[in-house]
């Protein structure tokens, strides 16, 4: 059985942080590359950052520069670091492997509201 467990999700005011974890169990491999993906009700699901495994990075534009992916090869593990939040990144935040996705995790809701 495979399972991706996102959290680290919450409230908070804009301008504030949030840093998101997300660890895989089981014991197949699928890749090094992760990534974050959001979801709004209504709305598709849609990539907001990607790491290769190896350091290489991208970036919705609309969260370059405020978000930070980092992953961990190891466990695996995937770490999304939000700073500046702005109202528009209120979502639920999944992560998978971007080469062998497996099913999705149940996220985390992000919301940012004054």
């Known amino acids: 059985q495979v399972q991706l467990v996102e959290s680290g999700g919450g409230s908070v005011q804009p301008g504030g942080s949030l840093r998101l974890s997300c660890v895989f169990s089981?014991?197949?491999?699928?890749?090094?590359?992760m990534a974050w993906y959001r979801q709004v009700p209504g709305k598709q699901r849609e990539l907001v950052a990607s790491?290769?495994?190896?350091?290489?990075?991208d970036y919705l534009a609309s969260v370059n520069g405020r978000f930070a992916i980092s992953v961990d090869g190891a466990r695996p593990a995937a770490y999304l670091q939000m700073n500046n939040l702005k109202p528009e990144d209120t979502a639920v935040y999944y992560c998978?492997?971007?080469?062998?996705?497996?099913?999705w995790g149940q996220g985390t809701q992000v919301t940012v509201s004054s």
């Open positions: 089981g014991s197949a491999v699928f890749g090094k590359a």
């Open positions: 790491d290769n495994g190896d350091g290489a990075t």
């Open positions: 998978n492997f971007v080469d062998f996705p497996v099913p």
